[in-house]
């Protein structure tokens, strides 16, 4: 069993009369990627926020490495990076300088090769405002690295970015998981999510509806798995309702397309009807609902 | 320490990439310098006596009342000061190490007055170094705490020059700047003596220029020093480090304990 690095019992705020995290329980382990995910509003910035030591909590407790966040501040920095959403940064200052400064509230040197990983090395003195937003992202993630932390949190890493720079963000995210960070990532991106969290808690309301592995998540969906189909010679177009376990079954180009909750049984029916009939397969494709829809359902639910 | 020097520099440079502390801390109190150098010369040749302490003091005006607080602010609002909670920097060093540079930085303009007024416009020279630079000091301390304790509980950039409009241009009419306090009507003229300039004023003819002022000038020191180390006290006790800190102490109209030390020197001054 892997060591819990972040553990969270029962966690409240409020601000006034407005509750934004209405006892919150979960645990993160070392290593792991854990995705807090929920629209706006559901409280996952003020968890994020009480986890930082940014904010107290009204109630419950909040450990991280066993540091108390609200008590231990000069502790916690020492074990927490953050990638904050908003810049961060005075506009005028400069790569090089940002490093240095932080690093020197850290007492300790610059990480050798931190600046050239993160492809920053040719911009040492290149002002913040004269940053791509690609670019500002990168630093703030440099920046939360600068000091080592155990500990690392991504506030919408991505938000803003274009498809090549969310690609080289996800793999750097990937690459400080393998040398063994634990990474808390606040995103509204599903994908994202999808693709990078190990686990993922979905907040609405101020509580946890949906926790688990992203796989988990989808699986337990009430939606339906779409299977497309494509024969050589067509001989599945004409089946109609006559496919045990499928619904709403239709003809989309050259495709078979239905839906299931049974997609393993419907498949080997499709794939015994071909072989009976010799019509080569030419493509398959099984799409499970993906954790976006799986948060729709959970979320349109949880209104209700 | 490195920490310190690290946060002292980035600030210092900031104050001349930034374009608005730029203009503040440099072109506006030299152009209005080389300005008054040329008008009011001819105008009043008096003012050639008073000229450098007055070009100093209005120099500081313009860069810790007018221009420090913005930077605080826009710090705040944009969350540059949660990131620097998170990485462990210390509120004390947010609010005093601009001081510092700004500091710094007049001491740049002020040699710069102080060399070209005699030279250029034929103003007095200061006689007493030691003078100048115990009130130079003085000055600093109670103009930047004005400018950090205006960005603290400043909200907005509205709010900014509202407050700071009610130091500066009450320090420009009666302050003593361009016409003595003297000459001033006797209501006014008891009014001044809650500005920092009239004290400022007060303190750098008596001490550096060693003309007769009428009033004790270590008293001017010794309120601008209260003056403004109160204001820092109360810039750190209110300090917050985002809009919507829950962890704030007070409110800000504590902020106008400050005039206190001025009320005193008014009251000490009318003797």
């Known amino acids: 069993m892997k060591e819990i690095v972040i553990e969270v019992q029962d966690f409240q705020k409020a601000y006034g009369n407005v509750t934004a995290v209405n006892g919150i329980s979960f645990q993160v382990h070392r290593g792991e990627i854990f995705g807090l995910l929920g629209p706006n509003g559901a409280g996952k910035t003020t968890t994020l926020e009480c986890l930082e030591g940014l904010r107290r909590p009204g109630a419950g407790s909040l450990r991280i490495l066993g540091v108390d966040p609200s008590r231990q501040l000069p502790r916690l920095k020492d074990l927490i990076g953050v990638q904050l959403q908003t810049s961060g940064l005075p506009p005028s200052m400069t790569v090089s300088e940002a490093v240095a400064f932080f690093a020197a509230y850290h007492q300790v040197q610059p990480r050798p090769g931190l600046l050239e990983r993160l492809g920053l090395s040719e911009r040492k003195a290149v002002q913040y405002r004269d940053l791509s937003t690609g670019l500002q992202r990168r630093l703030a993630l440099a920046l939360a690295m600068v000091h080592g932390p155990a500990v690392v949190f991504l506030d919408e890493p991505t938000a803003g970015l274009d498809v090549p720079a969310r690609a080289e963000l996800h793999a750097l995210v990937k690459e400080l998981q393998s040398s063994g960070k634990t990474i808390i990532l606040a995103t509204h991106d599903m994908a994202e999510a999808e693709k990078l969290s190990d686990r993922v808690a979905i907040l609405f309301g101020g509580k946890i509806v949906a926790s688990g592995t992203p796989r988990e998540l989808t699986t337990s969906s009430a939606g339906l798995t779409k299977i497309s189909v494509r024969t050589e010679g067509g001989s599945l177009l004409g089946i109609g309702p006559a496919l045990p376990g499928a619904t709403r079954p239709s003809v989309e180009g050259e495709y078979l397309v239905c839906f299931s909750s049974d997609p393993g049984a419907v498949v080997s029916d499709l794939l015994a009807r071909v072989k009976r009939q010799s019509d080569p397969l030419v493509d398959l494709r099984v799409e499970r609902p993906s954790l976006e829809e799986r948060f729709l359902e959970i979320t349109r639910g949880g209104a209700q | ?271």
């Open chain 2, 1 to 271: 320490m490195t920490a310190f020097i690290h946060h002292f520099l980035f600030e210092f440079r900031a104050g001349l990439r930034d374009r608005n502390l730029l203009l503040m801390n440099y072109l506006f109190p030299l152009g209005f310098f080389a300005l008054m150098g040329v008008l009011m010369t001819q105008i009043n040749p008096g003012f050639k006596e008073t000229m450098v302490p007055a070009m100093v003091i209005f120099a500081f005006l313009s860069s810790a009342v007018l221009g420090l607080p913005g930077p605080l602010v826009a710090a705040r609002e944009g969350g540059i000061f949660r990131s620097y909670r998170i990485n462990g920097v210390p509120a004390l060093s947010i609010l005093v190490i601009p001081a510092v540079s700004t500091t710094f930085h007049m001491v740049l303009v002020s040699a710069a007055i102080a060399i070209c007024g005699p030279l250029l416009f034929g103003a007095t020279m200061p006689v007493n170094a030691l003078g100048c630079v115990l009130t130079f000091l003085a000055v600093a301390v109670a103009c930047t705490g004005v400018g950090v304790l205006i960005g603290v509980i400043a909200s907005d950039s509205r709010a900014i020059v509202l407050w700071s409009q009610l130091v500066f241009l009450p320090s420009m009419l009666l302050g003593g700047l361009m016409v003595p306090v003297s000459l001033l009507p006797a209501t006014l003229g008891r009014v001044a003596w809650l500005l920092p300039s009239t004290q400022a004023m007060n303190a750098f003819n008596s001490l550096g220029l060693r003309l007769a002022t009428g009033h004790p000038p270590m008293e001017s020191i010794a309120i601008l020093l209260a003056g403004g180390l109160l204001a820092f006290a109360a810039a750190i006790y209110l300090f917050k480090w985002d809009s919507r800190s829950d962890t704030h102490r007070g409110h800000p109209a504590m902020a106008l304990l400050v005039v206190l030390p001025y009320a005193a020197g008014m009251i000490l001054m009318a003797r």
